[in-house]
Every structure is written in C-alpha cells, then in structure tokens.
C-alpha cells in the first residue's frame, strides 16, 4: 500500500505515519494538498496529514480542503504526544 503524507522527512507527521503505516511504502509529499488530491486521484492508497495541533488547534487548511476540494473521509486518528 502507498501512503502519502506531509513532508519532507524528520517532521511529526513522517513520524505519525511510520506509526499507522508500519508496513506501508510512505511517501512525503510538499503539501498536505498535493497528498490529498494523490489519494483523490488514485496515486495513493492514502494519505497522512495533520487537522489538529497544539500551537494552532485546528489545522484550517487541511479540513477547508477535506471539505472544499476532495471527496475524502477521514478513516482514523492518531493523537500523538509531542515532546522537544
């Protein structure tokens, strides 16, 4: 399975899915958009980003595109504690 998520690698959400995606081929991707529209696409499987955070709450961008642009669901959630 190809998973796609917000990039570039090191960052949390690289983290996030080597988490959900332990046995899947991930791919980074520039914006959480171009993820999106791969899987809307038929490019990837799915994709990882972010719709919540402790220094922005919500993630706007991402949910006005989960709403506006793509026909997607969110299929799972991950909290996922982060500590620097």
Not at 4 to 15: A, K
Not at 45 to 71: K, Q, R, Y
Request: glycine share 4%; proline share 5%.
């Amino acid at each position: 399975m190809n998973v796609g998520y917000l990039g570039p690698r090191g960052t949390f959400t690289e983290q996030a899915a080597k988490i959900m995606a332990e046995n899947d081929n991930i791919i980074p991707y520039h914006s959480f958009w171009e993820a999106l529209e791969a899987v809307e696409e038929d490019k990837l499987d799915e994709a990882i980003v972010p719709i919540e955070n402790s220094i922005e709450g919500t993630v706007n961008a991402t949910i006005d595109t989960l709403i506006f642009d793509v026909n997607l669901y969110i299929q799972e959630l991950l909290i996922m504690p982060i500590e620097q």
